[in-house]
């Protein structure tokens, strides 16, 4: 799984398949769903993201022990969501 988001259209995408998408459903306002060809779930697609994400905190819980954490993924997560307002390097 992964999250991007693009400052430039205020959008996060939440990738859950390496699977293309061949199907979109908009669900409400701004939140459309992509599923494949199987009808399974692909990625989450969320509009002014900034407005209805809270970027500030990421919280995981009880992922499998197959899954592996990027290195430094609580770092690239905030570098990725505050693109206006950077820290300063030190």
């Known amino acids: ?4 988001y693009y400052s430039d259209t205020d959008s996060l995408y939440i990738d ?4 293309p998408s061949v199907e979109s459903q908009e669900i409400s306002e701004g ?6 060809a199987a009808g399974n779930l692909v990625g989450i697609d969320i509009d ?3 407005r ?3 970027f500030k ?3 995981l819980n009880k992922f499998p022990a197959v899954a592996e954490k990027p290195q430094r ?6 570098e990725q969501a505050c693109t206006k307002h950077r820290r300063p390097e030190s």
Do not use: P
């Open 57 to 59: 905190k990421l919280t």
């Open 16 to 19: 859950l398949s390496e699977r």
């Open 48 to 50: 002014n993201a900034s």
């Open 52 to 54: 209805k994400v809270d």
């Open 73 to 78: 993924w609580h770092i690239w997560v905030y």
């Open 1 to 4: 799984m992964k999250l991007n």
């Open 31 to 36: 939140i459309v769903l992509d599923y494949d």
